[in-house]
């Protein structure tokens, strides 16, 4: 199973677990680059623990340039590997030239449904995932062509239609239901400016039925919990003004002991640490330091940060590119969420959760420091500002 696959657990009582071999292996590996590192002179560490900021720049840019001027390849996934790499990028500090950033929303606009929402592709059916792929990537891309090109009356329509009985959402027509929709759903929604109560109604509710006796919140009620999912109820409960009503004890609890000792985060108990929870994870736990921050006016480190950016610098990072652990390949998903959770560890929050986070712990080189981003979305601080006074003010007219 890939880690944008919902999982197939149905019961509680059932839980994967990593088998002592892959553990050791894993372990093996990690400690073998930590002990390489340790043992030589501070001037190769530093090497080892800078960003390859421009050979991921590379990596990203032939990855959209492959997707042809017209991104006619058959896959379902397209809207997702525009967002990966142009949030990556973005993240990186760049932009697209003209060319690449025409094509994207050009792309972009063909997937966009006549009845709302957007598909995989030209043609295909609309679906909560890929809406909120193509949504954040046209906030990234942002400026007027991207933003007016979304027809936020048709994707209202297409939530509602989306809602189910039970408070969720289903995925696409007569699809899944579960935690990712809520989110998707929600932070579309909210994203767009277009979030009113007819969309609330009961999601709160499904959540909470969602989080499991670990603390953690699963994809479904009854199922396990994973970062993923956990990371999706958080952000959807705090945008719809609900989250006081999870048990946060016992989520953070879960939580924190995510964080393995190689550093990076696991995204269930018992198994193998992976890049990409540095973000679903670790993105979490800045969620609650957040909330923290605006509660207390000060907020404590819920995971260690410096471990974070070991793991994901000496660990996942690539020439060119990040993975899931030494032993991976490197791939777009892996790139996306090992920078977010990068980009998450290496700033603080202020008390007012509105305003921009500050640089904080930067392992390696100054350099390293990425753009913010506002963690609820996933999305580049300064895009999603001028996204949400375009909308706002588009409401206002
Ligand atoms: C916004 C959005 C669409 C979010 C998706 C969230 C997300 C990543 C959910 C994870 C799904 C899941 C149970 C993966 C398990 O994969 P696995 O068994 O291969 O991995 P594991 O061993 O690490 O659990
Ligand atoms: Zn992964």
């Known amino acids: 199973m890939t880690c944008m696959e919902p999982s197939s657990s149905s019961s509680a009582e059932w839980k994967a677990t990593a088998s002592q071999e892959e553990q050791w292996a894993l372990e093996h590996h990690v400690f073998r680059i930590y ?30 340039r ?16 525009c967002y990966w790499i142009l949030h990556s990028i973005a993240l990186l500090g760049d932009c697209v030239d ?12 063909r997937c966009q449904d006549q009845h709302g929402g957007y598909g995989g592709g030209p043609g295909q059916m609309p679906h909560l995932a890929t809406t909120y792929a193509a949504v954040n990537s046209l906030i990234t891309l942002g400026g007027h062509k991207a933003l007016s090109s979304i027809n936020r009356g048709k994707i209202y329509s297409f939530l509602r239609r989306m809602k189910h009985t039970s408070g969720g959402f289903s ?18 929604a909210s994203a767009l400016s277009i979030l009113d109560k ?10 909470l039925s969602c989080q499991t006796y670990e603390g953690g919140i699963a994809g479904e009620p ?15 409960m705090i945008l719809i003004n609900e989250v006081n009503r999870l048990d946060l004890p016992n989520l953070t609890d879960w939580l924190v002991f995510r964080q393995g000792v190689e550093g990076g985060f696991q995204g269930r108990t018992n198994k193998l640490v992976d890049g990409c929870y540095s973000f679903w994870q670790g993105g979490a736990a800045v969620l ?25 610098l000496l660990c996942s990072q690539v020439e060119g590119g990040f993975r899931d652990k030494p032993g991976k390949s490197r791939d777009h998903y892996h790139t996306c969420y090992c ?22 712990f930067v392992l390696g080189p100054y350099s390293n420091l990425l753009e913010p981003i506002n963690p609820l979305y996933n999305i580049v601080f300064d895009r999603y500002d001028e996204a949400r006074e375009f909308f706002t003010e588009s409401n206002d007219a």
């Not at 001037?43 to 990855?63: C, F, P, T, W």
């Not at 003209?98 to 606009?109: H, M, Y």
């Not at 330091?289 to 070991?310: C, I, K, M, N, T």
């Open 35 to 64: 002990q390489l590192f340790c043992k030589i002179p501070p001037k190769s560490q530093a090497v080892m623990l800078e960003l390859q900021r421009d050979n991921h720049i590379e990596y990203l840019m032939k990855g959209l």
């Open 66 to 81: 492959q997707l042809g001027p017209s991104f006619s390849v058959l896959d379902a996934n397209r809207p997702w590997i």
């Open 98 to 109: 003209e060319d690449l950033e025409s094509n994207a929303i050009d792309f972009l606009r």
């Open 171 to 188: 995925m696409h027509d007569g699809g899944e239901v579960d935690v990712r929709a809520c989110y998707t759903a929600i932070s579309v």
């Open 198 to 207: 007819e969309l609330i109604l009961g999601v709160g509710d499904y959540i």
């Open 222 to 236: 009854g199922s396990e919990a994973h970062g993923g999912y956990t990371f999706c109820g958080l952000a959807a």
């Open 288 to 312: 609650i330091q957040r909330l923290h921050a605006a509660s207390v006016g000060e907020a404590e480190d819920l995971f260690q940060s410096h471990a974070l950016q070991q793991y994901i």
């Open 339 to 360: 920078l977010s959770g990068l980009s998450a560890a290496q700033f603080r929050w202020p008390k007012d959760a509105d305003s921009e986070p500050l640089p904080g």
